[in-house]
């Protein structure tokens, strides 16, 4: 058996500075408001990650235009895979996310779970990487913060509402192959 480390799939290109249209700006607005946080934290994004997973990433409820991963941990309790839709931007290679769980009192999950286990699976379009996440540094996070803004606004509103932010880097995993 011969193991070779191969690099890591490309990711599908992602348009930098791109203006966002009337229904992107109208949902980016709408996830400043509480009521609207809470059903698409609790009904939204179960939908999303079928409607994501079906469609492999052209159909989301947010629309085409906002950067939107599926991210796959492991749950530090159950031990079983946790999916869920997260916004990021892309910084080189690697991908950066942030989370205030929608400014609610209740901690997500996906922090927690990456903390316990940092090895993640991500899907973006029909594209699926293995990943490992770590938290940002404070430089990483003042370079990323204001696109991440630029993508989704609330997070600033979310951050205001619990105080609390994780921001994580996934740092692509290379892919290792059996050779026959």
Not at 6 to 16: K, M, R, S, Y
Not at 60 to 71: C, E, H, V
């Amino acid at each position: 058996m011969i193991m070779s480390e191969l690099h890591p799939p490309e990711l599908p290109p992602l348009t930098n500075g791109r203006r966002f249209g009337p229904l992107t700006r109208a949902v980016q607005r709408a996830g400043r408001v509480r009521s609207f946080t809470f059903v698409i934290r609790y009904a939204g994004s179960k939908l999303d990650r079928v409607l994501y997973r079906t469609s492999g990433g052209r159909i989301t409820l947010t629309g085409p235009s906002l950067p939107t991963m599926l991210l796959t941990t492991r749950g530090r309790k159950t031990g079983k895979p946790r999916t869920t839709p997260v916004f990021y931007v892309r910084d080189g290679r690697n991908l950066v996310a942030a989370c205030e769980n929608f400014g609610l009192a209740a901690p997500a999950s996906w922090p927690g779970n990456l903390r316990a286990d940092p090895l993640a699976t991500i899907q973006i379009g029909s594209t699926v990487a293995s990943y490992r996440a770590r938290p940002a540094t404070n430089e990483e996070i003042e370079r990323a913060m204001p696109r991440l803004l630029a993508v989704w606004p609330a997070h600033d509103t979310y951050m205001q509402r619990t105080g609390i932010r994780y921001v994580f880097v996934f740092e692509p995993v290379p892919a290792v192959a059996e050779l026959g």
